[in-house]
């Protein structure tokens, strides 16, 4: 199996180093797509979120609202040990207690395989590789030991309180020095080792006329999307069905296929609504549970877990320590850069937080060293959140190179753009489109940045000193393969387009309708959009900030397809004869010829011409060549004005402003409340969120949002965004992922505020007022 992996691994670098070399027009993306440069108005306009009705009249059904006939609720029984056995289990009460159906636990659940690892395999999408209630292991103080399922959630939920589990416990690893001195690795993400080596950066640190050398820490976190994880599933015969809260319907399908030994089509995932998912609605064991019960009982099962519940079963972003140094001539150009650290995971799955992703593609320096160790703890696999890796990456590199430019007496944005790279700084592959300086430019401007003082604590308005901040933000284009379409055009002039993808509220089916609708040339109330469904074509994961990328190029495909179809159909007496699809573009509710405009014909007569209701056709997006060919990026610049109280200590975040360079924005409205929420995240990163996790038992200490602090209303600033809206010539219609760019670089543009305010560095987040006392 080894030698198997290692071929593959030879093909593909190949392959990507062919990619990589090939002439422009060979790689896809080298055509532009014609929305790049098209005046449609509707790309770009503000049009409100089409889902926003149903959801405001409380019609939209989210994945804890599906009431099914016979339906019963599940509730769980958590471990109360890191790591150990289960010696024995005494469920008599439970099973007693009134209205109860069912106690599942190892010893009565189904056969069910370990199911496929979210970044290990190319559909896996759990967050851990645990066989689920197969042997009595125990792996972690939260892991599921016991399910109850009753007529009502209070039934099972009390009826949880009486299921006794004895353990034999066994010494476990809950502290990152206990887990460091057991030994760590070198990092992998998505198959590629987490390191990069240029020349010899320690020595050149230690020649420069310049340095910084300093070590960032990042606390855990956890997950707390407002719609709280559940599922509701029902077996109808050999069938799985599945309403689910979900950022990867098909994956998601296809692994509880997989654990259940079943073939694909025989599990059918939807998720039409999902209230948040930022990484963490994918497939965890409430999931497999859910369903082994359902299977067990004959009945339908509902599972909401409670918030402790999400703490306990779900995984959120794991701590890092960071060491960022930076050796710079005197006229600060970099002659040395170095970001290695550590970072913490599990045995059982595979996602370290990559937190030298910035650092690969923000500077230009002459020896570059870039690490990620992980070291391995007994606590719930840890996963993606907003950003893993160039949240808590940013913050370190960006407090750095701020504290850089302190020591040089540069203004810290000239300082970034005396490094600022003419290509990829690791890769050594052309920029497909970066305007980082005229971000910082416009951003400097809007913000006042002229009115910062470049010494601390020269500024004081009653007791509060106040200064002025910033940092800059990257995340890497990502478009991943399996994507494809469904259209469906009507002679009437309406178009369905059919994308296994999701709507998690941050106006995808809208964003996407605007871009059909322009693709097709028809107006946005002929288009709908369907999404959410496994059964629909395509396998795209709404992560990564590629979702609008992968769907776009999946329609783009179908449109071609669709296309050449009408050609078809078009006959020798059409103003369409003889022409090819590349020949064509659509127009009016119609093809017209891209040169000739008169040479026109509307779909209702190309399809009356053939003597046809509608024409149906699917296609597959082109292989994702594009990022290994050209270096591409989000960029941003983030701008904050903090304040730090000379009595209390006390933080606050008064003024916040992100400058962006996201390629061709689709919808004003929808993009810049990403943007926004992405920023307000990163203010909970750098003031207040913080993961509690009791190094004697590895326990979460603080499962509720009572005391887990995440931004109120009254934390929050007034954010100003912009974005220079310059479409990049080599992405789908001309856009770049948003949804994550936003809450990086803002921890460290508010962290470089404060230091402004009061002169004292904190480099371990959150920044609370006893750092700043």
Same mark, same amino acid.
């Given at each position: ?487 469906? /055009?009507? !002679?009437? @002039? $309406? %178009?369905? #387009?059919? =994308?296994? +993808? ?104 190309? /399809?009356? !011409?053939? @003597? $046809? %209701?509608? #024409?149906? =056709?699917? +296609? ?110 080599? %992405? ?42």
């Amino acid at each position: 199996m080894k030698i198997v992996q290692n071929i593959q691994k030879a093909g593909q670098a190949i392959m990507q180093k062919a990619v990589a070399l090939a002439p422009d027009r060979y790689v896809t993306g080298g055509k532009p797509d014609p929305l790049t440069s098209s005046d449609d108005p509707l790309i770009g306009a503000p049009v409100s979120r089409l889902d926003g009705p149903v959801k405001v009249k409380g019609e939209a059904k989210y994945a804890a609202e599906f009431a099914l006939d016979r339906m019963v609720h599940a509730a769980l029984v958590h471990s109360t040990v890191a790591k150990g056995r289960i010696a024995a289990i005494d469920a008599a009460d439970a099973e007693a207690a009134p209205g109860v159906v069912l106690v599942l636990s190892h010893r009565n659940a189904p056969r069910m395989w370990a199911p496929a690892v979210l970044m290990r395999e190319p559909m896996g999408a759990s967050g851990d590789a645990l066989p689920v209630f197969q042997d009595d292991r125990v792996h972690w103080n939260g892991q599921p030991v016991a399910l109850v399922l009753a007529e009502t959630r209070e039934q099972a939920d009390h009826a949880t309180t009486l299921v006794r589990v004895r353990y034999e416990s066994e010494d476990a690893l809950t502290s990152m020095e206990a887990a460091r001195a057991a030994g760590d690795r070198l990092g992998q993400f998505q198959g590629e080792p987490l390191q990069d080596v240029i020349g010899d950066a320690e020595g050149a640190l230690m020649a420069a006329a310049h340095r910084v050398d300093a070590v960032y820490r990042t606390p855990r976190h956890n997950h707390n999307a407002i719609e709280l994880h559940a599922v509701t599933v029902v077996w109808e015969g050999d069938v799985l069905r599945v309403h689910d809260a979900s950022q990867g319907v098909a994956s998601t399908a296809w692994t509880l296929a997989q654990v259940f030994g079943i073939g694909h089509d025989q599990v059918r995932v939807t998720s039409p609504f999902v209230g948040g998912g930022f990484g963490a609605k994918l497939l965890w064991q409430h999931h497999l549970l859910a369903a082994a019960a359902s299977k067990v009982s004959g009945r339908p099962v509902r599972m909401m877990l409670s918030r402790a519940g999400v703490y306990r079963v779900v995984g959120g972003r794991a701590p890092t320590e960071q060491r960022v140094a930076i050796g710079a001539d005197r006229d600060g150009r970099f002659d040395s850069l170095i970001h290695a650290g550590t970072t913490v995971m599990t045995e059982y799955n595979a996602f370290p937080e990559p937190f030298i992703h910035n650092a690969r593609a923000l500077y230009a320096a002459r020896n570059i060293k870039l690490e990620v160790r992980t070291v391995n703890m007994n606590m719930a696999a840890n996963t993606a959140m907003r950003a893993p890796g160039e949240s808590v990456g940013s913050f370190a590199l960006e407090c750095a190179v701020d504290e850089l430019a302190d020591l040089l007496g540069i203004d810290p944005i000239l300082l970034r753009r005396r490094n600022e790279p003419v290509q990829d700084p690791t890769q050594g592959t052309p920029f497909s489109s970066r305007h980082l300086i005229e971000a910082y430019r416009a951003g400097a401007q809007a913000f006042g940045w002229q009115e910062r003082h470049a010494k601390p604590r020269m500024r004081q308005e009653g007791e509060w000193l106040v200064g002025l901040g910033c940092a800059s933000a990257v995340f890497p284009y990502y478009r991943m393969n399996g994507g494809a379409a469904r259209i469906v /055009l009507g !002679r009437d @002039g $309406r %178009a369905r #387009v059919s =994308v296994g +993808a999701h709507e998690m509220g941050m106006g995808t089916a809208t964003a996407q309708s605007q871009l059909c609708a322009a693709r097709l040339g028809l107006p946005l109330d002929k288009v709908s959009f369907d999404y959410g469904d496994s059964s629909l074509p395509g396998a795209i994961l709404a992560g990564g900030s590629q979702q609008t990328a992968a769907i776009a190029a999946s329609v783009k495909a179908a449109h071609e397809a669709l296309c050449a179809e009408l050609l078809k159909f078009a006959g020798r007496d059409s103003p369409l004869a003889g022409l090819k699809p590349e020949q064509v573009r659509a127009r009016g509710g119609g093809l017209c010829k891209i040169d000739d405009a008169g040479r026109w014909e509307s779909y209702a007569g190309i /399809l009356a !011409r053939a @003597g $046809r %209701a509608e #024409v149906e =056709v699917t +296609a597959e997006a082109a292989p994702s060549q594009e990022s290994l060919h050209w270096s591409m990026h989000s960029y941003g610049a983030i701008f904050c004005e903090a304040r730090v109280n000379v009595v209390t200590g006390e933080p606050r975040v008064t003024r916040l402003l992100g400058s962006f360079d996201c390629g061709r924005i689709l919808n004003a409205k929808t993009a810049a409340s990403q943007l926004r929420g992405g920023m307000i995240m990163g203010l909970g990163a750098a003031l207040m969120e913080e993961t509690h996790f009791d190094e004697r038992n590895g326990r979460i200490a603080n499962p509720s949002l009572s005391d887990y602090h995440v931004p109120a209303h009254l934390d929050v600033p007034p954010i100003e965004v912009m974005w220079l809206d310059i479409p990049d010539p080599h %992405a789908p219609a001309g856009m770049r992922g948003i949804g994550e760019i936003g809450i990086t670089g803002t921890a460290a543009a508010i962290a470089n505020a404060i230091y402004n305010a009061c002169g004292k560095r904190v480099r371990e987040l959150p920044i609370t007022l006893d750092k700043l006392m």
